[in-house]
């Protein structure tokens, strides 16, 4: 228990000390004249005040550890050693070195972790550090009797997300027959995590075709295609959705393919 006091007067401490040490060093700053050049005084106050930090961190660790060491703790009482008094004077210091150094790691092990939690959290990125984003491949099937335009260029497929907005590309291969259905293929990049995806897709002189792909917030690879989903809504080009109909009858499937693993 006074392993755990002694991490919290740590804490506690560290912010104590910062706070003294910010505002010591903005007096300090002033009283030197210390030049604002390039920030110079910026990186003045926060040497500063790491430093109060420091002193307090390990001033409310050795607080707790060496506060009345011969009293009782927890309605426990310590009891006294028949040791000479320089062999257990030195059994203590070692023991409160070991203590104090277990109670900076444990703390330096908390703020890491936090400080780590935090950017996994707000980091929004697929993929990762020098790795390609990964991919959202696509095939649209289209009613037997669609004629596609002869250059992909015609195609306007987009992808939207709460986070951004993005053109699709076609493949080079980009139309082929599946049952005597003409099939539209390409893919996009996804660069961020999100909650909603939106893929729309028009072709030249037609209505456009809104899906709401089916994928959580951050995909991982999927080696196969999902099944074929039908269209949730079109837009006429009047500016107005409304809900897809059977008679609709345009499908998507996709699949999310990581660098690597295609």
Partial sequence: MRFIFAVLAGILGAGVGLAAGWAAGEILARVLN???????????????????GAIGLVAGILLVL????????SGEQ????????????????????????????????????G???????????????NQAAPRLHYEIRFPAGTVLPEKK???DAQLYTEKNQAWGNLYDDWRRQDEGRQVVAGFFELYFRAHSRVLSIKLPGGPKYVFVLRLPRSPG??????PWYQV??????SGETRPAVASDDVQIRYRVVYAGNE
Avoid at 118 to 128: F, T
Avoid at 232 to 237: H, Q
Wanted: proline share 3%.
């Fill in 34 to 52: 210390v030049s604002c050049f390039e920030g110079a005084c910026g990186y003045f106050v926060a040497l500063i005040a790491l430093l109060g």
């Fill in 66 to 73: 060496l506060h009345k060491r011969g009293t009782a703790v």
């Fill in 78 to 113: 310590i009891p006294v050693s028949s040791e000479p008094g320089g062999e257990k004077d030195e059994r203590r210091g070692l023991r409160t070195t070991g203590q104090l150094f277990a109670a900076i790691a444990v703390i330096a092990g908390v703020v890491i972790g």
């Fill in 115 to 129: 400080v780590w939690g935090y950017v996994w959290i707000s980091d929004d990125s697929l993929g990762g550090h």
């Fill in 153 to 155: 260029a015609a195609v």
């Fill in 221 to 226: 690879h999927m080696p196969e295609y999902t």
């Fill in 232 to 237: 949730d809504t079109v837009d006429e080009g």
